[in-house]
C-alpha cells in the first residue's frame, strides 16, 4: 500500500509539471488563439507566478518585426523582415527545439512605411496550409510541410489596396472555403473575401478607409456574420457573400487607428480607438445595431480588452489597465499603471488563463510577464517575471499547453510555465 500511494504521488507531480503530449494541447493557429478569444487553453498555472516556475527551453534568432506567433503541433509561425531590408521572410520553427524547418522570402519594397521593422500581421493556419499578410499588401498561401507556395495575391497591385501609414496588418480570417482581409482595396473593396484553395476574389465589400482590425466571425440571435472594424464603421457582412447587414458610424480621427479586435459579448459589440474614445452596441434580433453607450473615458491602442461577466478589463493610452461596467460605460478602476509602466503608447498582450476565476496571463512591453487577478474588486497581481529582452514587446505570443512562444526583433523564445517551482538545484517545490 505504501509503495502504490508513492506511485500515486508520482504520478501526480509528473501530471503538474509535464506538458501535453503534441496532438493533445489546443493549438495557437491564428491572432489570439481558438476563434480570436484570447483564452490560454489547456494550461496548469502556478498559485503565484515567480522565476522557478517559468523555465526557457530555446531561443533562436529572428529579424524585426511586430507580427504575432501561430502554432499547430510542433510547427511555430512568425513572419520577420531579414537584414537586407528588401524582402519579407515566413518562418517555420519546430516548436520543441526551435529548429528553422523552412522559410519562405520575398521581395517586399517598403517605400516611405512607418516603423518600417517588419511585418504585422500574424500568420493563420487552417488545415495543411498557412495564409499569411505582409506589410505591403501580399497575400501568401503556403503548405505548412515543407513551405511550398500554393498562391499568392498583391492586392496593391490587383486590388488597388491603400497602404495605411503603418502597412497592412489586419491578420487574416479563414473561415470555412474563404479567407476573408481588412485589406482597403479599391473601388468598394474595404473587405475582401479570396477563395482558400486558389486565391480568387469570391466577393467585395464597403467603399470604407481601410484601418488595422482583424475580421472576426461571429454569431448573434443564432445568426452568423463577419464584424468588421474599419476607420469609418462597425460593419456586419454575410459570410458568403459579402451583403451589408448593418454598419454603425465610429469615425476614427487620426491615422485611421482602429487596431483592436471588435470585443463580442453575446449579442452586443465594443470598439475603441486612441483619440477617438470607446462605444458599446447592442444587436437586436434582426442584425440592427443600437449604441448603448459612449465614452472618452478610455482610449485603446493595439491591446484587446478581455472580458467577464459585466466587466472590460481594457488598456488607456493614459491611466493605464480600466476596469469598465458593460451597462454603463463607467470606469470602476484604475490599476495605477502597475501592468504596463506610464508611456506614451502603452501596451500589453492579454490572454484569459483561467477566466472562470479571473486569472489573465499579460506580456508587457517590457517583456515581463505576468499573472493577474481580474475582478470588480480590483487589480491583484499575483507575480511577475522577466521573459523576454527587448525595446518595444508589442508581438501577440502564442500560448499552447504548458509553452509560452514570444518574440523580439531580435529573437524568439520558447518557455514552459509549471504548477510547481524549481529551485537552483533542479529538485521542485510546491
Not at 38 to 59: A, F, H, M, T, Y
Not at 140 to 149: D, V, Y
Not at 271 to 293: C, E, M
Not at 394 to 405: K, L, M, R, T, Y
Request: hydrophobic fraction near 35%; aromatic fraction near 8%.
Amino acid at each position: 500500500m505504501q509503495l502504490k500511494a508513492a506511485s500515486l504521488t508520482t504520478l501526480a507531480i509528473l501530471a503538474s509539471v509535464l506538458p501535453c503530449r503534441p496532438g493533445n494541447c489546443a493549438d495557437w493557429p491564428n491572432w489570439r488563439g481558438i476563434n480570436q478569444a484570447g483564452i490560454w487553453q489547456d494550461v496548469r498555472l502556478p498559485k503565484k507566478l515567480e522565476p522557478g516556475n517559468v523555465q526557457k527551453r530555446w531561443s533562436t534568432t529572428i529579424g524585426g518585426g511586430y507580427c504575432g506567433i501561430a502554432v499547430k503541433g510542433r510547427r511555430v509561425l512568425t513572419m520577420d523582415r531579414p537584414a537586407d531590408k528588401k524582402s519579407e521572410r515566413v518562418v517555420c520553427l519546430d516548436s520543441e527545439s526551435g529548429r528553422l524547418l523552412w522559410q519562405w522570402k520575398y521581395s517586399a519594397d517598403y517605400g516611405d512605411l512607418s516603423y518600417d521593422n517588419g511585418p504585422r500581421a500574424t500568420p493563420t493556419i487552417e488545415g495543411d496550409s498557412v495564409y499569411t499578410l505582409g506589410s505591403t499588401g501580399i497575400v501568401h498561401c503556403l503548405s505548412l510541410a515543407e513551405g511550398k507556395k500554393l498562391w499568392s495575391v498583391d492586392c496593391e497591385s490587383s486590388l488597388k489596396a491603400k497602404r495605411p501609414i503603418w502597412g497592412h496588418s489586419a491578420p487574416l480570417l479563414v473561415k470555412g472555403e474563404l479567407v476573408y482581409l481588412h485589406i482597403g482595396g479599391r473601388p468598394d473593396a474595404t473587405i475582401v473575401a479570396l477563395d482558400k484553395k486558389n486565391g480568387e476574389v469570391r466577393w467585395k465589400a464597403l467603399s470604407d478607409r481601410p484601418a488595422y482590425s482583424p475580421p472576426l466571425s461571429v454569431s448573434m440571435h443564432g445568426k452568423s456574420h463577419l464584424l468588421a472594424w474599419t476607420a469609418d464603421h462597425l460593419a456586419a457582412l454575410a459570410p458568403e457573400s459579402g451583403k451589408l447587414l448593418y454598419k454603425a458610424p465610429f469615425k476614427t480621427s487620426n491615422y485611421d487607428v482602429a487596431i483592436i479586435s471588435p470585443v463580442p459579448m453575446g449579442n452586443s459589440v465594443f470598439i475603441s480607438g486612441y483619440w477617438d474614445g470607446s462605444a458599446f452596441f447592442s444587436i437586436d434580433k434582426n442584425l440592427r445595431p443600437k449604441k448603448v453607450w459612449a465614452t472618452k473615458a478610455l482610449n485603446c491602442l493595439m491591446a484587446t480588452p478581455l472580458h467577464l461577466d459585466d466587466h472590460l478589463y481594457a488598456l488607456d493610452k493614459r491611466d493605464g489597465l480600466l476596469c469598465v461596467s458593460i451597462k454603463d460605460g463607467s470606469v470602476v478602476w484604475k490599476d495605477g499603471h502597475q501592468m504596463t509602466t506610464k508611456e506614451r503608447n502603452p501596451h500589453a498582450s492579454m490572454v484569459w488563463g483561467e477566466k472562470k476565476n479571473g486569472r489573465a496571463v499579460v506580456l508587457n512591453a517590457r517583456g515581463d510577464l505576468l499573472l493577474a487577478r481580474l475582478s470588480p474588486k480590483g487589480y491583484s497581481e499575483e507575480g511577475r517575471v522577466h521573459l523576454i529582452d527587448g525595446r518595444s514587446i508589442w508581438s501577440h505570443p502564442a500560448f499552447c499547453g504548458q509553452d509560452i512562444f514570444a518574440r523580439s526583433d531580435t529573437e524568439i523564445i520558447c518557455a514552459r510555465i509549471s504548477e510547481t517551482a524549481v529551485t537552483p538545484s533542479g529538485a521542485r517545490r510546491p
